[in-house]
């Protein structure tokens, strides 16, 4: 395995494997990491991408969580909107 010694190796080891991304405002992707660049700016192909809502139920005040998923072919991600990546899991 390649040495990781700046946190960009580890997205580097992960070009053309499936990666897990977190963003900002409650969405998560699913995708095979393209490209990337300095400022985290990815493209993403195959995507599922989940968006999960919170809502408050007026009459029993019970939170209501909803997700919504997509598939998408190919998506940019902005770097400035992504919280985590998640490189694939590697067993052996």
Known sequence: MASID????????????R??????????LRGKLQAYDQ????????VEETVTSHEIDQETYEEIVKQAKRQ??????RGDVIILVAPPLRTG
């Not at 998408?72 to 991600?77: D, I, N, R, Y």
């Open 72 to 77: 998408v072919e190919m998506l940019f991600v």
């Open 39 to 46: 400022h985290l700016n990815m493209i993403l192909s195959d």
């Open 6 to 17: 700046e946190p960009l190796d580890l997205i580097k080891l992960s070009l053309d494997e």
């Open 19 to 28: 990666i897990y991304v977190k963003c900002r405002g409650d969405r998560e």
